[in-house]
């Protein structure tokens, strides 16, 4: 039973195209992160947050941008997407820092 | 920095066989590790923690994991694997690091 919802889970879509991955949990938790996960390979951290109007960008460097206005939402958005963005995003809630992690289902973006 | 290193990238079983997935840490001050497992179209979903406590550590389907700190390791196992096994396992620790992941394969 997911916690946490990510929508769409798979979105095809032309260059230039502004796009926004929907990440909402149910949970409560106040830290939220998104990776990036390309087939076969590790979870590369893009993006996280340990509260409302808090976000920091990860290990990986991201063109994309978040937003952390309510507790259960963190939105990610690229303003203008390119095919090197095509890959798989995980979004994930945990209640503590250090805590495990709970996951999404994650969105497949293809960029043509 | 805390790091995670799984030794490695594909192990193929046939079913009812022992398994091993074998996941080394690096740790500064304090170690938290998980094994997640992710089915194809999923999500990763905790398999099992280690916190502090007992080094032996249970998880869900079957798995455990022994945290050994001389060895810098924690290793994760399962007596008799099942087709359903077959998915990708990752090994992480506390600092949002994610090892490289290992790809179990079970055939019959």
């Known amino acids: 039973e997911a916690d946490i919802y990510q929508t769409p889970r798979y979105l095809v879509i032309g260059t230039g195209k502004k796009i926004t991955l929907e990440c909402s949990q149910t949970m409560g938790h106040d830290k939220m992160y998104w990776y990036q996960q390309d087939p076969g390979m590790e979870l590369h951290l893009i993006h996280y947050s340990y509260g409302v109007n808090s976000t920091e960008k990860g290990d990986l460097s991201s063109e994309s941008t978040v937003s952390r206005i309510r507790t259960e939402h963190f939105p990610l958005t690229l303003e203008s997407a390119r095919p090197s963005h095509t890959s798989q995003y995980l979004c994930a809630s945990s209640p503590l820092v250090g805590q495990p992690q709970h996951f999404g289902d994650g969105t497949r973006l293809s960029i043509l | 920095a805390q790091s995670v290193t799984q030794l490695d990238s594909q192990v193929p079983v046939f079913e009812e066989a022992p398994v091993e997935l074998r996941c080394n840490y690096s740790?500064?001050?304090?170690?938290?590790l998980f094994w997640y497992v992710q089915y194809p179209n999923q999500g990763l979903q905790l398999l099992l923690k280690y916190l502090s406590g007992s080094t032996l550590v249970k998880g869900i389907n079957g798995f455990e994991a022994e945290f050994n700190k001389s060895q810098t390791s924690f290793h994760l196992r399962k007596p008799s694997v099942h087709i359903s096994d077959t998915a990708e396992y990752f090994c992480s620790g506390a600092a949002l690091i994610f090892g490289k992941g290992t790809t179990l394969s079970v055939s019959s």
């Open positions: 740790s500064s001050v304090s170690v938290y």
